[in-house]
């Protein structure tokens, strides 16, 4: 087992990277032989974050009859103690690594909702130290960092994985992938998903005002793997998705909701090879409204496909395509965050919830009632991963981390692309490159994690 001393953990060590391919579709892939809590009765959790959406993580999962949440860490002592009030007998700590330093014998999984930036570091810690990953989206922040997940997991398979994907419990987001995989409305010609959410742009940016952080946020640890900055009220708690540093914009926070059913459905759409943006501006330090985005994938090796290159675009801000150019009939869209399908057959539409409609020559029928298909049963996907924790094969896990980085990768090409917008980008993920467009790799790609936060080395050694 890849053990880490404090002294060791404590400092940023390098990252030895390599090619690696991705790995096929493994919603239910089993978990090795030497999971560390197979037959467990009990499974202990430590959650990184205590409130937003760590909340509803930590509620999920302590209502699992034989999972129990140990330990909580948050940068902010208010959130932390209000959060310690509620779960009773807990260790808490302000620094998640001082818990993998002096207290990793006491939990067995991890639970982290956090900003984007800590996400690579913290899930790449905690698998390190044989620890089960339940791990928020976008599964990472950086374009690097998919290499280091999937790397990772490799070196330790014997361990349960789940991106917060919580959507794909919904019968018609399964019937979905089923109706597509199955070729069912022929070949597949080009797919569209858009949001509505606003929330992780600026409207019109402006410098907000430095001033000292708040007592309760311990400002440097908030920042993490971050260059030092100053701190602003508009940057914590919420608003960091709208900076560079910190958040993936609203594809970010969408992403694995609006693109999971085409990469389950297409396992041929392995990385895309090219992707152009078009916004109103492009900013240094934010995230800009309206970002128009398509992705090319190379698919000239598969039956499924009309065409040898398949597009997938991407809108925000309730930017929603144009229905009567997709064969849709309807007064109006049924969400405002939706995939659609365009086949050769017909055109699939699904809202995030899992409404599903296929419409063909102009003419509606619900997705449960295509033949072909079978209806099936909702599941509890917090309850799924502690099982799958627990030695379960057969739990539905949806999203493990094997997954989660093909589904990420699409979320956050076109948010990093964003910042270089009218410019078609070669992307060669292999190599970790825009092969036309050296500023793009320099700027888009990678960080310079800062000195002490850091991932941890990958492949066995400390």
């Known amino acids: 087992m890849l053990d880490l001393t404090r002294r060791d953990f404590m400092k940023t060590t390098g990252v030895a990277l390599g090619a690696a391919g991705l790995p096929a ?24 974050g205590a409130a937003g959406i760590a909340g509803l993580d930590i509620g999920q999962v302590k209502n699992h009859p034989k999972a129990r949440i140990v330990g909580l860490c948050d940068v902010d002592s208010q959130r932390l103690e209000a959060a310690k009030q509620k779960h009773g007998d807990v260790f808490t700590t302000t620094d998640y690594r001082t818990a993998f330093a002096d207290r990793k014998d006491e939990f067995d999984a991890v639970i982290v909702a956090t900003p984007d930036h800590h996400h690579a570091p913290m899930m790449l810690t905690a698998l ?18 998919l290499q280091m997940i999937e790397q990772m997991i490799a070196a330790k398979p014997h361990l349960a994985t789940q991106v917060g994907n919580q959507r794909m419990k919904e019968p018609g987001r399964r019937v979905a992938v089923e109706i597509l995989r199955k070729g069912l409305l022929g070949k597949a010609v080009e797919a569209y998903v858009w949001t509505g959410s606003r929330q992780g742009s600026f409207t019109k940016p402006s410098k907000p005002q430095q001033k000292d952080p708040p007592a309760h946020i311990d400002w440097d640890l908030w920042l993490g793997p971050c260059k030092m900055q100053p701190y602003t009220d508009n940057r914590a708690h919420y608003n960091w998705r709208k900076w560079w540093d910190h958040g993936s914009a609203a594809m970010g926070d969408w992403g694995v909701h609006l693109i999971d059913i085409i990469m389950y459905s297409y396992p041929e759409l392995t990385s895309p090879i090219s992707v152009i943006t078009n916004t109103p501006r492009a900013a240094d330090w934010y995230h800009t409204l309206h970002c128009h985005a398509s992705m090319a994938y190379d698919v000239s090796g598969s039956d499924k496909f009309v065409n040898p290159v398949f597009p997938i675009h991407y809108r925000d801000s309730s930017l929603a395509h144009n229905m009567r150019n997709l064969g849709v009939k309807a007064e109006k869209w049924n969400d405002s965050n939706m995939t659609v399908v365009a086949c050769e057959g ?26 072909g298909v079978t209806r099936p049963r909702p599941f509890n996907h917090w309850h799924a991963w502690v099982d799958k924790c627990l030695g379960d094969d057969n739990a539905p896990v949806w999203t493990p981390f094997a997954d989660g980085v093909r589904i990420t990768e699409a979320a956050i090409l ?27 790799t320099d700027k888009a790609v990678r960080r310079q994690y800062r000195d002490g936060f ?9």
Do not use: C
Request: proline share 6%.
């Open 414 to 440: 076109p948010v990093k692309a964003s910042r270089f917008p009218g410019k078609e980008l070669l992307w060669d993920r292999k190599n970790l490159t825009f092969t036309n467009h050296q500023e793009a």
């Open 454 to 462: 850091g991932p941890p080395n990958i492949g066995g050694n400390a």
């Open 346 to 371: 017909g055109t699939l539409t699904l809202t995030a919830g899992g409404g599903i409609e296929v419409w063909r020559n102009g003419e509606m029928t619900k997705g449960w009632n295509v033949e």
């Open 25 to 48: 579709l493994s919603a239910n892939a089993a978990v090795a032989d030497n999971n560390p809590t197979a037959g467990k009765d009990e499974l202990r959790v430590f959650s990184i």
């Open 128 to 145: 390190a130290h044989n620890k089960h990953v339940y791990g928020q989206k976008p599964l990472v922040h950086q374009l690097e960092e």
